[in-house]
């Protein structure tokens, strides 16, 4: 039977598993940045599109 990490060896990884959540929470927060930026963008130029289409078809 395999022995359990001792406590040194157990904090280290708690501490390394709380940075990891950090970094990921991090990279989360940029994406739904991101993510929001272009919607926008997008979403304005879709709507653009679509009223030059109607002056085009007129």
């Given at each position: 039977m ?6 040194k060896?157990?904090?280290?990884l ?8 950090q970094?990921?929470?991090?990279l ?15 979403e ?5 599109a679509i009223?030059?289409s109607?002056?085009?078809t007129?």
């Open positions: 395999k022995e359990l990490p001792d406590e060896t157990l904090d280290k708690i501490e390394l598993a709380e940075d990891f959540e970094k990921a929470k991090s989360c927060d940029l994406a739904t940045e991101i993510d929001e930026k272009w919607r926008i963008k997008l304005t130029r879709r709507k653009a009223e030059q109607k002056i085009l007129k």
